[in-house]
């Protein structure tokens, strides 16, 4: 049993043995006898009368009242056994046994289930883990379950405050659902084959795809049946999609090179060139709030030669790399005849992270080996300013002039806010060493992805909302 549940068992058979008045004691350590109090559980945050035997370590709670509160049917056995039917996995108990059977697989009970006047009852821990969910104690020693099913993210976004967009990837394509920020309660909104990342508006009615054949359509997140639309019939390949700032286009990367910025308009489908300056390898894109400043990373390939003087089916080559490191352009569309302006040079890797709002600045963080990852801010005049260099940046994201990163905190990991507007710096708080990405967008929480699930900072506390 891990140190989480030890306590929260405890915690809970404390809590028992103050809330079951007159109850007695179980005859044996396997054989509750005792006649059923009322305990008050929190399933899903609402408060829920379930009925309970035993006290202290002997304590035992309903199966079918706590079951039933999760959301689960339940059907008689003949062998004096009960199945519970549970978001699509069956769960079968039989009494005075301390096996289950999950889908068809036996799972060890820590506790033999008891037959107490008719009824089953069941240890608490046995429960969370015969039916997979998650529980604890809280400060006041009530039982809360959380009982919503949950999806795996393998990527996430912010919709708008209360929802998130996160895409689970399946053995044939992807699953896209519209999560609660709060409860994790998932929502169905495309499940594809072929479709690319989905990716949301800014006003956050509308999420932009392409498919294999680079053709965009957008889902309306906010129809009932999540329609979707096509918006343009033009074939190129679109390896990114990025939103205007009013949502009314959508700017994008062209061509299987990266070659062309281009720009797709909503109303009638029109696409215009931004930039075409005939350079490849473009990635990273990000457009200012008007649409005229343009920030984006080219990334040279590797000169592929090969020994002359050897036989051709001897593949024999050398890959010379210099001068294949990420370098940050510039671009300023309201400028006649104005051309893209590289505004980095140094031979560091560098992850762009996007600019700020007026497009004057833009983000990067900067690794080299043996030595701490470093945010750094560049201007389009080339002037670059070392926003986080004292600590090993590991992460960031940015939400309109805002950027968070999370960086090393020796065992932990600090979540650092960033103001661009300012350059003030400070930290929001401690997270889990495991943080390895965060969230934002303008007007909604942070979320950090810890152990790859999504958690949302609610105040003082993480709410874990995917699995």
Known sequence: ???????????????????????????????????????????????????????????????????????????????????????????ELHADSNEAIVDGQAVTLAQAVQNVGGSYYISTEDFLNAFGIEGSVNDAGVLTVDAVHK?????????????????????TGRNDYIVDAQTGAATLVLSSESASDLTVSPNGALAAFT?????????????????????????????????????????????????????????????SKVLDDKVDYKSSLSVSADGKKFFYVV?????????????????????????????????????????PVQVTSQTDDKIFIGSSTDGSKGVYISSVDGQKSSLVQVAPDKTTITLIGDQDVF????????????????????????????????????????????LAAAGTPIAVVIDGNVNVVNGGSLVKVTK
């Open 211 to 271: 498919n294999e054949e680079g053709v965009v359509s957008v889902i309306d997140l906010k129809s009932p049946n999540f329609a979707v639309k096509q918006v343009s019939a033009d074939n190129s390949i679109k390896p990114e999609l990025v939103w205007a700032a009013d949502s009314s286009a959508i700017y994008f990367l062209q061509g299987d090179k990266g070659t062309v910025i281009a720009k797709l308009n909503l109303a009638d489908g029109a696409i």
């Open 299 to 339: 990334t040279k390939p590797g000169t592929v030669t090969a020994d002359a003087t050897k036989p051709v089916d001897a593949d024999d080559v050398a890959i010379d790399t210099k001068g294949t490191e990420p370098q940050v352009f510039s671009f300023d569309a309201a400028v006649t005849d104005g051309k």
């Open 395 to 438: 992460a960031a994201t940015i939400a309109g002039d805002i950027v968070y990163a999370l960086v090393d905190a020796g065992t932990s990991t600090s979540l650092v806010k960033v103001n661009l507007a300012t350059g003030g710096k400070e930290t929001v708080r401690s997270v889990d060493a495991d943080a390895t990405e965060v």
């Open 1 to 91: 049993m891990s140190m989480k549940k030890t306590l929260m068992i405890s915690a809970l058979a404390a809590a028992l043995s103050t809330t079951a008045t007159g109850v007695v004691s179980a005859a044996t350590a396997n054989q509750v006898t005792s006649a059923a109090a009322t305990l008050n559980v929190l399933v899903n945050d609402s408060s829920v009368q379930v009925r309970s035997v035993g006290t202290g370590d002997d304590a035992f709670v309903s199966l079918r009242d706590l079951g039933t509160a999760v959301g689960a049917l339940f059907v008689v056995n003949v062998k004096a056994g009960v199945t519970a039917y549970f978001q699509g996995h069956a769960i």
């Open 151 to 171: 999806v795996h993210a393998d990527s996430a976004n912010w919709i708008d405050a209360s929802h998130l967009l996160v895409a689970e990837l399946t053995e």
